[in-house]
């Protein structure tokens, strides 16, 4: 808030006034519009009495400080009057395990949508097993069938839309449904469409967990994670990120916040920017298939659009049949896009990905090679322009 006010509770605020508010006390720093960036570990206290008794709102630089509590305010706001909690992680996975690790113990059994993102998968596959958590791997368009694959011993069932890489869109309100029956509790990776175009704990989740590396940094130079929780998972996450030791750097918690600032118009270009491109590609004789829920082509397109308000600028394609060198030369061709792992910053990204044999519950067999895009804030036209030269280059690479 800008302006010192005594008076009622604000009324319920818009996402992007929430964006350009949230976590912000200018008067509790001298009138400064941000919050300064505390660099803290030792905390004095005036007293003996008051060390022996904690006294005081900060403990400890790990925590928690003026910095960590305006990020984690500021997500709250977005997650809405449902979340209960929000905790800090140095990065999208540390997030996912700290998550899981806040709900889970030796015996249970975990349910995991298949398109999970392939190092959440590994965390599962080798960590959760060591002590003794075993997980399920099921078809994301399952539904509400996941109730048939619900043991006695099912704590969690892990959702993650679209699916990474592969964009399929889950049922998250039925999936949750027929979880919260049998006494399990939901997790969603919700990095692609985020608070601002899901409010995961709305539609039935628990803990929502969001790689902040990605839109909340904005600009590829930042590694951050967040989970929010509601009422009902608040306690097990504060208790269990407190007990780990988990924290985040204090330049890096003001990176993120920085980043929320302007979140709202940059995801609103990537959503135009991502659509635009992704029409184009579409109609390309090369392209077999656009993965892009928020295309009415798509075949999680009446999810998309009855559960997120928008969609940010990732999505993939498939190629028709053709030599891996043939895609391999259009991505080397491409000059504004860059080949790398992670996205949600500025620029545009395209890298190729076969996930053939990472799936065990449903089969990936596209027919041709494929690609993932992420659609930065440069103009359309000129990525547009650099993937002619790059199909140019597919052409000649296959004669
Ligand atoms: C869907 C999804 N979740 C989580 C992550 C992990 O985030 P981080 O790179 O911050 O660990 C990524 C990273 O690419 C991702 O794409």
Known sequence: MNKKSDTEPAPALKPDTLLATGGRDPFSHH???NTPVYHASTLLYPSAEDFLAHRGRYQYGRRGTPTSEALENAIQGLDGPACAAVALLPSGLAAAAAALLSVLRTGDHLLVTDSVYLPTRKFCDTVLARFGIS?????????????????????AVFVEAPGS????????????AAAHAKGAVVLMDNTWAGPLYFRALDKGVDLSIVSGTKYFGGHSDLMLGAVSANAATAKALKDYTGAAGLCV??????????????????LARHHAAGLQVARWLAARPEVARVLHPALETDPGHAIWKRDFTGACGLFGIVLKPMP??????????????????????????????????????????????????HIGLEDVSDLIADLERGFAAMAAAGK
Do not use: K
């Not at 099921?138 to 048939?148: F, M, N, S, V």
């Not at 964009?167 to 999936?175: C, K, L, R, S, V």
């Not at 053939?356 to 519950?361: F, G, K, V, Y």
């Open 31 to 33: 009138g400064y519009v």
């Open 135 to 155: 997980t399920t791997y099921y078809d994301p368009l399952i539904g509400a069938g996941i109730a048939a694959l619900m043991t006695p011993s099912t704590r």
């Open 165 to 176: 890489l592969t964009f399929e869109m889950q049922d998250i309100p039925a999936i949750a």
């Open 249 to 266: 750097g204090p330049d890096d918690m003001n990176l993120g916040l920085r980043g929320l600032r302007t979140m709202g118009v940059r």
């Open 324 to 373: 891996q060198a043939a895609a391999n030369a259009f991505l080397n061709a491409l000059t504004l896009f860059g080949i790398g792992a992670s996205w949600g910053g500025y620029e545009s990204l395209a890298v190729p990905f076969d996930v053939t044999t990472a799936r065990t519950a449903t089969r990936w067999a596209p027919g041709g090679p494929a690609i993932r895009f």
